[in-house]
């Protein structure tokens, strides 16, 4: 089993013929509690260090794996540092034409086309209610979110049920006016799933490796088995291994980590 940590979530790749974990750096700051039905949680995205990885010389399957395990962690990476510099570029937008400016509104479809993962991004007010949706077939979103967690800072949410239901996150980043004053929020919304899967696909075909992708409270946001996705591997009684739990755990609370069993 490989672990790799990066931007908040935790990568495990596991290969039938041995065992390894290694964690890689991904600093998201120090999450605090949030609305666990509205899935909004203080973890702040932006300051991303890059993952690294000591291999040795020789191309062993533990090399293998770790170099494979790397190249999925820093994609996953690069397309969720994308989207955050998407959404704060759509926000600060928005900050200067208003909510319902035609500048704003122009913005917010460049967004979509340029992030083809993207489901939907709404404008919130001050109190994270939508007030506006695109697509416009997600009109009915607005007037929800009453009652989530004010954010002063880009962060990206715990992952959560959509009404659609399917298991997705939300980008948040607040829209402050000319004179500091936070005036709302741009929440870009996507299916972490579908994502991970183009990525993982690629780089796992004709190999033995099988792949989990989970948040550091061990719920699982991609599984190469589907139908676990969704599951939590520190709680569910399907993955009730202490070993495998104590390497999870030394990987979230640690920037680095390394063992076997």
Same mark, same amino acid.
């Given at each position: 089993?490989?672990?790799? &940590? ?16 290694? =964690?890689? #750096? @991904? ?5 605090? @509690?949030?609305? *666990? ?13 890059? +993952? ?17 395990? $790397?190249?999925?962690?820093? &994609? ?5 540092? $994308?989207?955050?510099? *998407? ?5 600060? %937008? ?9 500048? !704003? ?12 993962g993207i489901t939907t991004i709404t404008?919130?007010? +001050? ?7 695109? +697509? #416009? ?6 007037? !929800?979110?009453?009652? &989530?967690?004010?954010?002063?800072? +880009?962060?990206?949410?715990? *992952?959560?049920?959509? %009404?659609? @239901?399917?298991? =997705? ?10 004179? @500091? ?8 919304s996507y299916q972490p799933r579908s ?29 190469? !088995? $589907? *139908? ?13 291994? #202490? ?13 680095? =980590?390394?063992?076997?069993?």
């Amino acid at each position: 089993i490989l672990i790799m &940590r990066t931007f908040g979530i935790v990568l495990i790749l596991l290969l039938s013929a041995f065992v390894l974990i290694c =964690g890689c #750096t @991904g600093n998201t700051g120090t999450p605090s @509690g949030g609305n *666990s039905e509205s899935g909004v949680t203080a973890t702040p995205t932006g300051t991303v260090e890059v +993952p690294t990885a000591t291999v040795a010389p020789q191309v062993t399957p533990a090399v293998t794996a770790e170099l494979t395990a $790397s190249e999925i962690a820093d &994609r996953i990476k690069a397309v969720m540092l $994308s989207i955050e510099s *998407s959404a704060k570029r759509c926000a600060d %937008v928005v900050a200067k034409d208003g909510i319902a400016g035609e500048e !704003s509104l122009r913005a917010i479809k460049n967004c979509l086309n340029d992030n083809p993962g993207i489901t939907t991004i709404t404008i919130d007010d +001050p109190n994270l209610v939508v007030v506006s949706a695109e +697509p #416009t077939e997600y009109g009915y979103l607005i007037g !929800s979110g009453a009652g &989530r967690q004010a954010i002063d800072k +880009p962060t990206l949410t715990k *992952s959560y049920v959509f %009404v659609e @239901g399917y298991r =997705g996150v939300s980008q948040i980043c607040p829209i402050f006016a000319d004179d @500091g004053k936070k005036i709302g929020y741009l929440e870009m919304s996507y299916q972490p799933r579908s994502m991970i899967a183009n990525i993982v696909h690629q780089l796992i075909e004709s190999t033995p490796y099988n792949v989990w992708v989970i948040e550091t409270d061990g719920t699982s946001l991609f599984d190469t !088995s $589907s *139908s676990e996705i969704g599951n939590n591997l520190l709680t569910d009684d399907l993955y009730q291994d #202490t070993k495998l739990h104590k390497f999870i755990q030394t990987v979230v609370k640690n920037k680095e =980590g390394v063992g076997q069993y």
